[in-house]
């Protein structure tokens, strides 16, 4: 049962029926919608996968609509294997598009049409590419056998790295390459739209991605760089990608490359430098398995962006570059199910969703500590084609049944213009969560809040690291900043028994093959769902107080509109 009690400026919202019991401590939260602290960016609209050919397939291409239709503005999408040897090749962590081959005599041969597939795929969704020159196309590669790999979810991870790791045993070739491929694209898709995407070299080339030294690393780019900008003046190139900076290995290859930058000397010029338009590097959590329960680990993958701002705001003509975090997850293998990975079973439900809307506000609130240019945080999120339902990978939707985590993005998706001050007597700064992550008796209730022109809007959150049983969160929330009158109130809510697929999955016995009755009401059960039916309601000169309960790993937006 649901209602609303209206009465002047005060809205009670009391929800009866849910099986945990409630505590008598109160949460409060104030929000100030006249004190603006920075702009509402978009920096949650990028998205990625290892597995490039998944965007054609049915599941894809309707999840990449979805996608572009929850946000104001394009969504970037980022993907490996790009330029990888082989023919449409769809297997976990692997992906290919064969654009480069050599005839008998060692004569580069061209073949854009599976890139050109992929990308089209995207540009009629309003997708735009963050397009990636990975990895290395096997007729260049030094050791080329084996090339493909065939690791499943539970081998050893290296397994992956094969023959397609390595360093080109031609540069100039190589150069070539990123040449044509960046001219074909201009003449494809014209010079406006290329000069809007954004172009990378590698992947986390301080690990076993890369089979080079950071120097082959530079060397490389280099001549990615000099090819790319001859063939577009105007591009936005950049990298490393590295793994997490808070990881020394990581950190050292970052300031190594971004002092070969601004000082080295480049590989194909001979002058000082090498254009740099945006640097990324990764960040991830740390799940395990804690007395028979998941613990997340929040602050581990916010020391890695806080490490990562560091490093970049220390060198003063690099400060003002556009960030992008190219993975920014709460661990670091998508394709590791549960059933190998117990840890990652928090991934088909709440706790997943509860965890994005905590991790992204403290990000915003780390850039703002930092003063950098926080562009994107790539979630590196898509969807696995002909796999288990809820099987716990790390995806947006399961056999086009969108996740409750999805929902959080569409929240995210009705937020704009300016970020606003959010206070409250139960809060976690983002120095406490980067610090110690979220643990001990207190839940991490908090806020983002956010005003435009003609609309307002708070994202809710009653996270913690452990995904255990607790009562639900009491919250009383002063809002200021409104305008004076009538204005609208929508409560969207992600919880047990809304916007979730998962459970109604779970209810209905976990079907392996559902019904097209079952899934019909799956795809619905996994949209962004009202908690009560739109309303008005009545400020006091701007002001509003609202009361709710909150399930824990619960998330709720509530958007005002005038």
Same mark, same amino acid.
């Given at each position: 049962m649901k209602k609303i009690i209206l009465s002047g400026f005060f809205v009670l919202i009391s929800f009866i029926g849910f099986s945990q019991s409630t505590s008598s401590e109160k949460t409060s939260i104030q929000v100030d919608f006249n004190k603006k602290i920075g702009d509402m960016t978009t920096m949650w609209a990028w998205f990625g996968a290892d597995e490039p050919n998944y965007a054609y397939m049915r599941d894809g291409k309707k999840l990449l609509s979805e996608l572009s239709a929850m946000s104001p503005v394009p969504v970037y999408f980022r993907a490996h294997n790009l330029l990888t040897s082989g023919h449409d090749t769809l297997t976990l962590k692997w992906g290919s598009t064969n654009v480069y081959t050599e005839d008998a005599n060692g004569n580069p041969i061209y073949d854009w049409t599976i890139v050109d597939k992929i990308f089209d795929t995207y540009l009629e969704r309003g997708i735009k590419p963050l397009a990636q020159f990975s990895f290395m196309p096997q007729a260049l590669s030094p050791k080329p056998m084996p090339y493909e790999h065939y690791w499943k979810p539970g081998m050893p991870y290296n397994d992956?790295?094969?023959?397609?790791?390595? @360093?080109?045993?031609?540069?100039? /070739?190589?150069?070539?390459?990123?040449?044509?491929?960046?001219?074909?694209?201009?003449?494809?898709?014209?010079? /406006?739209?290329?000069?809007?995407?954004?172009?990378?070299?590698?992947?986390?080339?301080?690990i076993g991605y890369w089979k080079g030294t950071v120097d082959e690393y530079c060397k490389l780019y280099d001549y990615t760089a000099d090819a790319a900008k001859r063939a577009l003046p105007t591009i936005k190139m950049g990298g490393p990608e590295t793994t997490g900076p808070s990881w020394n290995k990581a950190a050292d290859f970052l300031q190594t490359f971004l002092k070969h930058c601004i000082s080295g000397k480049n590989y194909v010029t001979g002058k000082v430098g090498s254009p740099l338009d945006f640097i990324s590097f990764h960040a991830k959590g740390a799940p395990k398995i804690v007395d028979g329960h998941v613990q997340m680990n929040m602050g581990t993958q916010l020391r890695d962006i806080s490490e990562g701002f560091r490093i970049v705001a220390s060198f003063p003509t690099l400060k003002h570059l556009p960030i992008i975090i190219g993975?920014?997850?709460?661990?670091?293998?998508?394709?590791?199910? =549960? /059933?190998?990975?117990?840890?990652?079973?928090?991934?088909?439900?709440? =706790?997943?969703?509860?965890?994005?809307?905590?991790?992204?506000? $403290?990000?915003?609130?780390?850039?703002?500590?930092?003063?950098?240019?926080?562009?994107?945080?790539?979630?590196?999120?898509?969807?696995?084609?002909?796999? @288990?339902?809820?099987?716990?990978? $790390?995806?947006?939707?399961?056999n086009g049944i969108d996740k409750p985590v999805l929902n959080v993005f569409r929240m995210f998706g009705q937020m704009s213009g300016k970020r606003v001050e959010v206070k409250g007597n139960m809060k976690y700064d983002f120095k406490m969560v980067r610090d110690s992550s979220v643990r001990g008796k207190n839940a991490d209730i908090n806020a983002l809040a956010s005003k435009d022109i003609n609309t307002a809007a708070m994202m809710l959150w009653h996270y913690h690291d452990d995904d255990v049983t607790a009562e639900d969160a009491l919250i009383e929330i002063d809002l200021k900043g409104l305008p004076a009158g009538k204005i609208q109130f929508y409560h969207y809510r992600i919880d047990d028994e809304n916007s979730n697929a998962y459970e109604v999955w779970k209810k209905m016995g976990s079907p392996e093959n559902p019904t097209k009755e079952q899934i019909a009401i799956l795809e619905k059960a996994g949209q962004l769902t009202l908690l009560s039916s739109p309303s008005y309601v009545k400020t006091n000169n701007g002001s509003l107080k609202v009361n709710l309960k909150l399930p824990r790993q619960g998330v709720s937006l509530l958007k005002f509109d005038w």
């Open positions: 992956i790295y094969t023959g397609w790791a390595y @360093p080109p045993k031609d540069y100039k /070739k190589w150069a070539e390459l990123v040449y044509q491929w960046v001219k074909h694209s201009v003449g494809r898709y014209g010079k /406006k739209e290329v000069e809007s995407w954004y172009w990378e070299l590698w992947n986390e080339p301080n993975e920014s997850d709460p661990e670091g293998c998508a394709a590791c199910g =549960m /059933k190998t990975n117990p840890q990652n079973a928090y991934r088909n439900g709440t =706790m997943y969703s509860s965890y994005t809307a905590a991790s992204f506000a $403290r990000k915003y609130a780390l850039a703002d500590h930092y003063g950098v240019n926080l562009k994107a945080a790539v979630s590196w999120s898509f969807e696995f084609e002909n796999q @288990p339902y809820f099987y716990g990978f $790390r995806d947006l939707a399961t």
